[in-house]
C-alpha cells in the first residue's frame, strides 16, 4: 500500500513539475515577444511550414468528422421529424467541438512532431550548444517564431475546419437524407451564434500554445542518439494530445456552461 501511495506522489509531482518548467518556458517566450525580439523571417517560414502545409490534412480529417456526425444526427432527425435541427447541430458541433480538438490533434501530430524532432536533432548534434557558445538564445532563435507562427495559424486552419466540416455535413445530408440545402442553412442561422465561432478559435489559440511549448520542451530535453530524438518526439505527441483533451473539456466547461 505504501509503494503505490509512493507511485501516485511521484506521479503527481513529475506532472506538476512538467507543467511549471511549460509555463516557465512560456513566460520566458513572452517576455522575447514583449521585447519585440520576434525572427519575423523565421516566423513567417514557420507559418509556412506549420500552418499553410497542415491545412490539406486539416481539412480532409474535419470534413471526414463533420460528414459523420450529419450522418447521424440525419438518420435520427428524419425518425423523430426534426430536421430542421441538423444543420445547426452538425454546425454547434463543429464548431464548438470538434474542429478545435481535431484541428489541434492532426496539428500536433504532423506539425509537433516536426518541431520535436527538428529541435531534438539539434540538440543531439550540439547545434544548440553552440548557440549558447555564441550567446544567441536557442528559446528566442527556435522557440519564439515557432510559437508566433502556430498561434497566428491555429485560427486559420480552426476557420477552415469549421467551413469544410460544416459543408460536408450539408452534402451527407442531403445525400442520405434528403435534407435540401435550404433547410440545412436555415437550421444554422436559427441555431448558432457568433460566439460559437468565436469561442471554438480561441480554443484553437490555445491549443497552438500547448502544441509549441510541449513540442519545443521536449525537443529542447532530448537525450542522447538517436532513440533520445525518437522518444521526445513521441512524447510531444502524447503529451501534447493528453493536454489539448484535457483543457479541451476545461474551456468547454467555462465557455459552454449548462442553463
Same mark, same amino acid.
Given at each position: 500500500?505504501?509503494?503505490?501511495?509512493?507511485?501516485?506522489?511521484?506521479?503527481?509531482?513529475?506532472? !506538476?513539475?512538467? @507543467?511549471?518548467?511549460?509555463?516557465?518556458?512560456? /513566460?520566458?517566450?513572452?517576455?522575447?515577444? %514583449?521585447?519585440?525580439? #520576434?525572427?519575423?523571417? @523565421?516566423?513567417?517560414?514557420?507559418?509556412?511550414?506549420? $500552418? *499553410?502545409?497542415?491545412?490539406?490534412?486539416?481539412? !480532409?480529417?474535419?470534413?471526414?468528422?463533420?460528414?459523420?456526425?450529419?450522418?447521424?444526427?440525419?438518420?435520427?432527425?428524419?425518425?423523430?421529424? #426534426?430536421?430542421?435541427?441538423?444543420?445547426?447541430?452538425?454546425?454547434?458541433?463543429?464548431?464548438?467541438? !470538434?474542429?478545435?480538438?481535431?484541428? %489541434?490533434?492532426?496539428?500536433?501530430?504532423? %506539425?509537433?512532431?516536426?518541431?520535436?524532432?527538428?529541435?531534438?536533432?539539434?540538440?543531439?548534434?550540439?547545434?544548440?550548444? %553552440?548557440?549558447?557558445?555564441?550567446?544567441? =538564445?536557442?528559446?528566442?532563435?527556435?522557440?519564439?517564431?515557432?510559437?508566433?507562427?502556430?498561434?497566428?495559424?491555429?485560427? *486559420?486552419?480552426?476557420?477552415? =475546419?469549421?467551413?469544410?466540416?460544416?459543408?460536408?455535413?450539408? *452534402?451527407?445530408?442531403?445525400?442520405?437524407?434528403?435534407?435540401?440545402?435550404?433547410?440545412?442553412?436555415?437550421?444554422? *442561422?436559427? /441555431?448558432?451564434?457568433?460566439?460559437?465561432?468565436?469561442?471554438?478559435?480561441?480554443?484553437?489559440?490555445?491549443?497552438?500554445?500547448?502544441?509549441?511549448?510541449? =513540442?519545443?520542451?521536449? $525537443? @529542447?530535453?532530448? $537525450?542522447?542518439?538517436?532513440?533520445? #530524438? $525518437?522518444?521526445?518526439?513521441?512524447?510531444?505527441?502524447?503529451?501534447?494530445?493528453?493536454?489539448?483533451?484535457?483543457?479541451?473539456? !476545461?474551456?468547454?466547461?467555462?465557455?459552454?456552461?449548462?442553463?
Amino acid at each position: 500500500m505504501i509503494i503505490f501511495f509512493e507511485y501516485i506522489g511521484k506521479s503527481v509531482l513529475g506532472i !506538476l513539475d512538467y @507543467l511549471g518548467s511549460l509555463f516557465v518556458l512560456l /513566460l520566458e517566450c513572452l517576455s522575447w515577444i %514583449a521585447r519585440g525580439a #520576434v525572427r519575423m523571417k @523565421l516566423a513567417i517560414d514557420q507559418m509556412a511550414s506549420l $500552418g *499553410v502545409d497542415s491545412l490539406l490534412i486539416v481539412v !480532409l480529417t474535419t470534413t471526414a468528422a463533420g460528414m459523420v456526425i450529419s450522418l447521424q444526427l440525419a438518420n435520427i432527425a428524419v425518425q423523430y421529424g #426534426v430536421v430542421g435541427v441538423v444543420g445547426g447541430g452538425v454546425a454547434i458541433a463543429m464548431a464548438r467541438e !470538434l474542429s478545435p480538438m481535431l484541428t %489541434a490533434v492532426v496539428v500536433a501530430g504532423r %506539425a509537433g512532431s516536426a518541431i520535436a524532432a527538428e529541435i531534438g536533432t539539434m540538440k543531439v548534434t550540439e547545434q544548440i550548444s %553552440a548557440l549558447k557558445c555564441m550567446a544567441v =538564445s536557442p528559446v528566442r532563435y527556435l522557440v519564439v517564431p515557432r510559437l508566433a507562427a502556430l498561434v497566428a495559424m491555429m485560427p *486559420v486552419l480552426t476557420l477552415f =475546419s469549421i467551413i469544410f466540416g460544416t459543408f460536408g455535413g450539408a *452534402v451527407l445530408a442531403y445525400q442520405s437524407a434528403n435534407i435540401p440545402y435550404e433547410i440545412f442553412w436555415d437550421s444554422i *442561422v436559427r /441555431l448558432t451564434v457568433l460566439s460559437d465561432v468565436c469561442y471554438g478559435l480561441l480554443k484553437g489559440v490555445v491549443f497552438g500554445f500547448e502544441i509549441v511549448l510541449v =513540442s519545443c520542451y521536449q $525537443g @529542447l530535453n532530448t $537525450g542522447r542518439g538517436a532513440a533520445g #530524438v $525518437g522518444t521526445a518526439t513521441t512524447s510531444s505527441v502524447v503529451n501534447a494530445t493528453i493536454l489539448i483533451f484535457i483543457t479541451n473539456y !476545461l474551456m468547454s466547461l467555462w465557455l459552454f456552461p449548462a442553463s
